[in-house]
T-cell receptor, first 112, second 113 residues
Framework: DAEITQSPRHKITETGRQVTLACHQT?????MFWYRQDLGHGLRLIHY???????NKGEVSDGYSVSRSNTEDLPLTLESAASSQTSVYFC???????????FGPGTRLTVL | GENVEQHPSTLSVQEGDSAVIKCTYS??????FPWYKQELGKRPQLIID?????GEKKDQRIAVTLNKTAKHFSLHITETQPEDSAVYFC????????????FGKGTKLTVNP
């Protein structure tokens, strides 16, 4: 079945380290999004992509980067992890011409 | 850009009662309003959505109403059950018909047996 997966599901890292969170989808959706979820803030958009080689900054992009070399993957990189980036990260996809965003299972990241 | 306010932040009801969650938005060009349900430790999942050319949409025990003039939309759950307990999020396009969504901060609904 087509799906969206994220890895790792849990990650503990140290301040200053580079961390990459993976998002992979088999729906062939053009649009992909990264959100972070924190208590009291809901879901906030970090970066998004409308297709291969296209990346855009969202509401809370500082300290994060993404790349889109193929349709299936949108990895999220924390260049130098900070404790403020401790959060649950969700990837989402959306087909072109459709309204619905589908979320991945999430990655819980702890930065010590 | 769009600003979405969601109320209340917590809601506790008795099983069988109705629950209503309301969201307001700021961009009059917004045309799509989804509601997501997130159970503890799970991903958000779409439960119902509405487009701006419709005033109400129902799916079994859940319904969404839209008031474009007042720029607010509401989620209605009737005959609540314990399995309805979750956090509910509303959303609206960042700008007009944008593919990007801005989310409300969520409502934690507890249904007491």
């Amino acid at each position: 079945d087509a799906e969206i997966t994220q890895s790792p599901r849990h990650k503990i890292t140290e301040t200053g380290r580079q961390v990459t969170l993976a998002c992979h989808q088999t729906w062939n959706h053009n649009n992909m999004f990264w959100y972070r979820q924190d208590l009291g803030h809901g879901l906030r958009l970090i970066h998004y992509s409308y297709g291969v080689q296209d990346t855009n900054k969202g509401e809370v992009s500082d300290g994060y980067s993404v790349s889109r070399s193929n349709t299936e993957d949108l990895p999220l990189t924390l260049e130098s992890a900070a404790s403020s980036q401790t959060s649950v990260y969700f990837c989402a996809t959306r087909a072109a011409g459709s309204d619905t965003q589908y979320f991945g299972p999430g990655t819980r990241l702890t930065v010590l | 850009g769009e600003n979405v306010e969601q109320h209340p932040s917590t809601l506790s009801v008795q099983e069988g009662d109705s629950a209503v969650i309301k969201c307001t938005y700021s961009d009059s060009a917004s045309n799509y309003f989804p509601w997501y349900k997130q159970e503890l430790g799970k991903r958000p999942q779409l439960i119902i959505d509405i487009r701006s050319n419709v005033g109400e949409k129902k799916d079994q025990r859940i319904a969404v109403t839209l008031n474009k003039t007042a720029k607010h939309f509401s989620l209605h759950i009737t005959e609540t059950q314990p399995e309805d307990s979750a956090v509910y999020f509303c959303a609206a396009p960042v700008q007009g018909g944008s593919e990007k969504l801005v989310f409300g901060k969520g409502t934690k609904l507890t249904v007491n047996p």
